[in-house]
């Protein structure tokens, strides 16, 4: 927030007011009165008094009242009036409020090869709806980008959410994404290598737009609501094709100086092993198409105990395995979340939790996905929520600090 002096008092202002929003909202949210009792007339629940933002902010009286007022002028907070039928004290009830979550929305959307997706939230992330369409592969970047917007439509429509009430959308997408948006380097999606993704997307949304690549989204997401709940260094494998991994360390996202960090699936382009599709192949020629049913289908094969597809299998799990390694004898993590296509196909996770129990100093817990395919669009929520919380409360940076397109 920069450096505080007598001579600043707008950011003074912007201080209390962050100070005493986040007591409202945490007030809101734990929804227990902190005055009186859920009967009395001073302690109607989800709600906080004057006398309570007081007490939690250290500030005066009449610097909280000033700073509820501007808030209440913006939308976010409302006097919530007393209620009827309860026990009433002598004199003149306590004025209460509220944060009102529902005074704007986020968005979360991943943007993938075969399917596009979104999920939207109030303000304090609790999901009112959530939509998936299916896309080609062989799609162009402006008929996916189109499909993005027809599916936000469809949600927004169906929840009776204006589009103007979104205050930020988070997006995850495959490649590497630079900190304005741009993808430096995608060869998942035709036509995304340079593409300006959050620019692009600003011009459909009018609000901040962050893009994050989608295995880091599913970290954050994991590491909110899923299987890394609780821990701080966390490493996300994103299991398919060409595997990718997010990680977070001291419960920060970890990116790397240009957005590269945990692209493991390029180690095979150090010449020493073979390509995926190689690595999967059943018949000594390169698998192809590439895609996600043939890989299923070699799996189908092994599970029927066809010798070339097993042997196929065994390759792709040791080249997971290598990859995996190679993340967690450098970042040390506390748990490994395996997801994406590959987490649910048999004989990956058994395999991988005893090679990385042999090959590494300290075996790291090795668990699946809790969220499954709405992991990508659950992070991106958070990247939205995780703006927003900076903007309104300006307490300390977050997980997923980052440029928004603007």
Known sequence: ???????????????NSAVVLHALRAATASGVATEGGPDDAGGCAGSASLTDLTRVTGLSRPTVEGVIDGLADSGLVVEVPAEEGGVRRQGRPARRFRFRAEAGHLLGIEIGAHRVAALLSDLDGHALGSIVREVSEKASADERLERVRTAVADLLRRAGVARFSLRAVGVGSPGIVEADGTVHLCTALPGWTGLPLGERLRRSFRCPVLVENDANTAAVAEHWKGAAAGSDDVVFVLAGLSPGAGSLIGG??????????GEIGALHLLGREAAPEEVLSTTGEPLNPLD???????????????????????????????DTAALVLALDPEVVVVGGWAAGLDGVLAPLR???????????????????????????LRLALDHVEQE???????VTTRRASR
């Open 252 to 261: 920060r996202l970890h990116r790397g100086f240009g957005g590269a960090a």
């Open 392 to 398: 309104l409360f300006a307490v300390d940076s977050t």
């Open 354 to 380: 005893d090679e990385l129990s042999r090959y590494c100093l300290r075996a790291p817990e090795v668990t699946l996905s809790l969220l499954g395919e709405a992991a990508v669009t659950t992070g991106a």
């Open 292 to 322: 996600e049913a043939q890989v299923a289908r070699v799996f189908a094969l092994a599970r029927d105990g066809d010798v070339r597809a097993r042997a196929a299998v065994d390759r792709f799990v040791r080249r997971l395995v290598h």
């Open 1 to 15: 927030m920069g450096r505080l002096t007598g001579g600043d008092p707008s950011l003074l202002r912007r201080i």
